[in-house]
Structures are given as structure tokens and as C-alpha cells.
């Protein structure tokens, strides 16, 4: 199956912020990583033009702008960026011992360490209409977005304590929020529901369901169906925040690193560390919390420093 079989000290899987800042790190100190940028090279944040709260940008800048001067300031130091998917991995259970990770299903890479920042994909509930208005009013990230609709009223769909969260945030900037909950109750633990419930500007719409979003270039509003009676009515909005989950790209690393309920690759204490030796875990697939690009960023920089502190400790 291999083509040909590549060893080099660090393997960075993923092109969002994780992983270039990741290789930012590495490259400096000389682990000559190479990175697999995956299908979305930049990451997440080249679907936004919009990203006004990363840190050094005073009148904000364009994702795709943002991500491309991450990867030539990777590139400045010697990382070598690839287009390519990591499609299989088999990691050593050993200190010192080598991962080999398959690349497109033909290439082998041995790597002394690995990087995860594979990242985590936000659901939608999949209407034309909600795609189409995506970056438009349609929104997964309320921490993101929510100031763009600062005294206007929004929308928030799902009824988990991720709902819930985005919800009382958005309040705080918003006018009025509307949370749509598909079943007679919200499914958020009691202390999160309670926050909702005690929040003067939230609304909560019970057995009800986007049907659809209008507008033609940017949202108008939304078309709620009851579930129950059928009926449908409709909701001057400008935003709509889908808050019904992510899910990490995780689904290779099955039976081979430790992962939480949910699929997140679990780090130990305050470090990027899997349960492998050698094999880091940083950005939002090992965080379902924060979720934002400088956390990520951050724990791109962890990542690189304790990939370099392993490898130094096995001189
Ligand atoms: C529309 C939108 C707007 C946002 N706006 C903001 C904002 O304004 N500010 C902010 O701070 N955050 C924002 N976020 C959140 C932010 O984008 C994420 O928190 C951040 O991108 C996470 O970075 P990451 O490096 O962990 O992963 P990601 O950005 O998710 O990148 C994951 C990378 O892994 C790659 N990959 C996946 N699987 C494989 C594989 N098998 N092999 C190789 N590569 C693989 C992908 O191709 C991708 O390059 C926004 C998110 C979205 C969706």
C-alpha cells in the first residue's frame, strides 16, 4: 500500500490556527516539522471574512487573509506545508518509539512526534437557506458574531447548555433573543436553564422548529414551524445562531488515543499530552469549551513546547 516511507521529528496534522502556530514554534526550534493541511487548509476560519477579536488585527481582518499569514510565517522558519489527510494512524505505546501515520491511503510518515490539531466541525441542521446565508447572518459561534447583531434581535437554535451558553451571551449584546427548542423542554442542566429562564430578553420557543431562513443576500428573518400543530409563523431576525453541536474530527484516531463521551481527544492536566508518548493534541479538538482561535493558538504554541521538552528529554 505505501508509496514510499518518509522519518521526520514532528508530523503536524491540520492548517487552522492550532497547527500554525504549532509549527511556528517547532520550526523555530529547529524539529523541521512538516504539516498535512487536510481538505480545509487554514481551517475554520477561512469560511469567515469577518474575525474582529484576534488579537493584533485593530480593525479586524479576513480569515483566509488571517490564515495566510499564519502559513508564510510557519514557512518563514522551515515548516513544510503539504495538501494531504492524514487517513490512518498507528501510534507507539513507547517513550522514543515511532508513530506511523498513512497519508491520502498511500504514503507512510514515520514521526518521532505528532501534532493533532485536526479541529472540530460545526452541525447545522442543513436547510438550503441556511447555507446559503452562512456568513451572511447565519452563524455556529455567538462568542464569534454575536457583536455583529449588537441591539438587534437573533435567533438561537438547540436546547443543550451550549444553546443555553450562546443564548445569556447573546442577551447581553442583543436586543432580543429567541431560542427555538425542538421538544417541550430544554435538555441544558438546571443551572444553565435557569440562567435562560431568569433572563428578561429571552424568549424560549417550545416544540418549534427552524423551517426556514429568509432573505436573499443577508437574513431577514426566520419561518418557525410548531411541530405539533404545524403551524408556522415568522420572526423579524437580522441573526441566526445554530447552536446544536460540533462534532471533532477525531474519527481516525479511533482505538488509538483516549477520547472523552463526546469524541474530543483528551489532554492531560494543563499540557497538550495524549495518552501516547510523543503524540500533542491542541485547538478545539481537545476543546469543546472555549473554542475560539487564540485558545487555539495557544495550545498550538503548548503543543510545539512539550513535543520539543519530549524529545529533549529522550536525549
Ligand atoms: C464561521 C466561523 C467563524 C468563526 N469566527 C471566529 C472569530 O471571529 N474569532 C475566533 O477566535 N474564532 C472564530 N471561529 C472559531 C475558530 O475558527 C476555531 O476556534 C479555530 O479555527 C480552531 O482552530 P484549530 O486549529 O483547532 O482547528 P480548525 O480551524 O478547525 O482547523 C482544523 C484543520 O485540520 C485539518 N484536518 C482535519 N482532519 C484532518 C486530517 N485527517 N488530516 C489532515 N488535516 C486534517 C483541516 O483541514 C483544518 O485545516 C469561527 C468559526 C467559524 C466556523
Redesign the pocket.
Known amino acids: 500500500m505505501s508509496e514510499t516511507i518518509e522519518r521526520i521529528k514532528c508530523l503536524i496534522?491540520?492548517?487552522?490556527?492550532?497547527?500554525y502556530t504549532a509549527a511556528i514554534y517547532a520550526s523555530r526550534a529547529d524539529l523541521k516539522p512538516v504539516m498535512?493541511?487536510?481538505?480545509?487548509?487554514?481551517?475554520?476560519?477561512t469560511?469567515?471574512t469577518?474575525?474582529?477579536?484576534?488579537p493584533g488585527y485593530p480593525e479586524g481582518t479576513d480569515?483566509t487573509a488571517m490564515m495566510e499569514d499564519l502559513k508564510k510565517q510557519a514557512e518563514r522558519f522551515g515548516t513544510e506545508v503539504r495538501f494531504?489527510?492524514?487517513?490512518e494512524v498507528n501510534f507507539s505505546d513507547k517513550v522514543g518509539g515511532i508513530h506511523k501515520i498513512t497519508i491520502d491511503g498511500t504514503k507512510e510518515i514515520e514521526a518521532e512526534t505528532v501534532i493533532i490539531?485536526?479541529?472540530?466541525?460545526?452541525k447545522y441542521l442543513g436547510l438550503e437557506s441556511e447555507e446559503r446565508l452562512?456568513?451572511g447572518g447565519v452563524?455556529?459561534?455567538a462568542?464569534?458574531?454575536g457583536f455583529f447583531y449588537r441591539k438587534q434581535d437573533v435567533i438561537v437554535v438547540g436546547a443543550g447548555d451550549t444553546a443555553a451558553e450562546e443564548a445569556t451571551y447573546l442577551a447581553n449584546i442583543c436586543n432580543k433573543v429567541t431560542m427555538l427548542v425542538r421538544k417541550d423542554h430544554m435538555r441544558a442542566s438546571k443551572a444553565m436553564i435557569h440562567r435562560v429562564e431568569k433572563t428578561e430578553n429571552i424568549e424560549v420557543l417550545y416544540n418549534s422548529e427552524l423551517d426556514e431562513v429568509l432573505g436573499d443576500n443577508v437574513v431577514e428573518g426566520v419561518r418557525v414551524v410548531n411541530n405539533q400543530t404545524q403551524n408556522k409563523h415568522e420572526i423579524e431576525v437580522t441573526g441566526v445562531f445554530i447552536a446544536i453541536g460540533h462534532t471533532p474530527?477525531t474519527d481516525?484516531f479511533n482505538g488509538q488515543l483516549e477520547m472523552d463521551e463526546t469524541g474530543y481527544l483528551v489532554t492531560k492536566g494543563k499540557s497538550t499530552k495524549t495518552n501516547k508518548p510523543g503524540v500533542f493534541a491542541?485547538?478545539?479538538?481537545q476543546?469543546h469549551e472555549y473554542?475560539?482561535?487564540?485558545?487555539?493558538a495557544g495550545t498550538?504554541c503548548m503543543a510545539a513546547l512539550d513535543a520539543e521538552r519530549y524529545l529533549g528529554s529522550l536525549e
Open positions: 496534522i491540520g492548517s487552522g490556527p492550532a497547527g498535512y493541511t487536510g481538505m480545509q487548509m487554514g481551517g475554520q476560519l469560511t469567515t469577518e474575525v474582529d477579536n484576534f480569515g494531504g489527510l492524514a487517513t490539531t485536526t479541529g472540530a466541525t460545526a452562512k456568513g452563524s455556529a459561534c462568542t464569534c458574531d474530527n481516525i491542541a485547538g478545539d479538538v476543546d473554542r475560539q482561535a487564540v485558545t487555539a498550538g
